[in-house]
């Protein structure tokens, strides 16, 4: 799949897919982040409670060092890029107002990613 991007690179329609439903959500491309980040409002919607999953992870923000919820989702799909049991960490960003966290390298390792700045586009596949 070949999305056009732009600067921030922002993935439209993910679908994130829990025990209760899915959502369809806009996400911030970054290669960079060890982890897909999704709000605490997403994961409570399709049936998760970030405040109540074992899972930890130390993360690193402008803020310093923090420890957030980390889970997997039953499925994640962008286009039909369709990975299962994704590990994402819940973190709400707030710069972010707009989407709903960042596609990172738990979903990306699916699958080759080329990104494409001179040609704009993002190719998932």
């Known amino acids: 799949m070949r999305l056009p991007i ?14 209760k439903g899915a959502v369809r959500i ?17 994961l409570k919607v399709i049936g998760y409670d970030p405040a109540t999953v074992h899972g930890r992870q130390e993360i690193v923000t402008a803020n310093g ?3 957030v919820p980390k889970l997997e989702v ?15 960490i819940c973190h709400d960003i707030p710069e972010l107002a707009a989407v709903r966290g960042l596609l990172g390298l ?20």
Not at 7 to 19: C, D, T, Y
């Open 6 to 19: 732009g600067i921030p690179i922002v993935v439209r329609n993910v679908k994130i897919v829990g025990p």
């Open 26 to 42: 806009d996400l911030i491309f970054d290669p960079g982040a060890a982890f897909t980040a999704l709000s605490w409002s997403v």
């Open 74 to 88: 039953a499925s994640m799909s962008v286009g039909d890029a369709e990975a299962q049991e994704v590990e994402v």
């Open 106 to 125: 738990s979903f990306l390792k699916h699958f080759r990613s080329v990104m494409d700045y001179k040609e704009g586009y993002l190719e998932i596949s």
């Open 65 to 67: 060092v923090i420890e």
